[in-house]
């Protein structure tokens, strides 16, 4: 894993865990906003960006390493730990695994029982189509497509960031976040043992397996805070319409109330 950081590390610090197949510019522009008053650390998982050359194992593996990494850097707490999609998941490990690993959590558009369908549905969809999806050209053609929607487009930045990386992005890569992902995953009971303030988001237009995980989620931390994004589908807030996500996170950061 890599760690790109910003703001003062003398601040509170905020942990933004990217989704599956795109890289820590993912969350960029919010970092960028957030980093005027907190310490922003936004994680490349293995096999993704940067570290395509690294093999991604699974989800417990990626929670295990950015504990590490929290316990070693961050005196072991967090402000905010947030994911979106598969990032959201290893939030969701994470939060299982360490009580007290962060005050704040965001958990957005992710599953947390398996959906073996919803593996092989991907997966054959990459191997059909894979050389595609993610060729160069392909990267290209979708940063023209975007730039159709001016509230969605991403800054040049960001696009030259995801024309290099995405080309990169290795099957194998795809075909183990799929398994860990959707098919094994499986919600852990001591997600009830956390003490983080938990929003959990989810666009209205999500897959229902997503909506449910919300709910078998609050089922085990009642105080959790479900969100719906009205009119969005599956992390768009997160990944196109950072002011927006801002809108919601902020007032979030800002409340008081603790567990």
């Known amino acids: ?68 990494y929290i316990n070693q850097n961050c005196n072991g707490q967090l402000f905010l730990l947030c994911g979106v999609s598969l990032g959201g998941q290893i939030v969701i490990e994470m939060l299982s695994l360490k009580a007290d690993i962060s005050q704040k959590a965001i958990i957005d558009g992710s599953i947390c029982y398996p959906q073996p369908k ?83 988001c989810y666009g209205s237009k999500e897959m229902k397996c997503v909506k449910k995980s919300a709910q078998l989620f609050k089922e085990l931390v009642p105080s959790c805070q479900i969100y719906e994004a009205k009119g969005y589908n599956h992390g768009y807030l997160a990944i196109y319409l950072p002011d927006e996500w801002l809108k919601v996170v902020v007032p979030f950061l800002n409340t008081k109330e603790s567990l």
């Open 118 to 200: 919803l593996e092989k549905f991907c997966i054959a969809t990459v191997r059909l189509f894979g050389g595609l999806m993610f060729s160069r050209f392909s990267c290209k053609c979708q940063m023209v497509l975007l730039r159709l929607f001016p509230n969605m487009r991403f800054t040049k930045e960001i696009e030259n960031y995801y024309i290099h990386d995405m080309p990169l992005l290795k099957r194998n890569t795809l075909y183990n976040m799929y398994r860990t992902y959707m098919a094994e995953y499986q919600l852990k009971e001591d997600i009830s043992k956390t003490k983080a303030q938990i929003m959990y």
């Open 1 to 68: 894993m890599k760690f790109h950081e910003f703001g003062d590390k003398e601040n509170q610090h905020i942990m933004l865990i990217h989704g599956g197949g795109n890289s820590w510019w993912n969350y960029l522009r919010q970092a960028k906003a957030l980093s005027k008053e907190y310490h922003v650390i936004l994680p490349t998982l293995d096999g993704h960006g940067e570290e395509y050359n690294t093999e991604y194992v699974s989800t417990i593996d990626s929670a295990q390493k950015l504990i590490s």
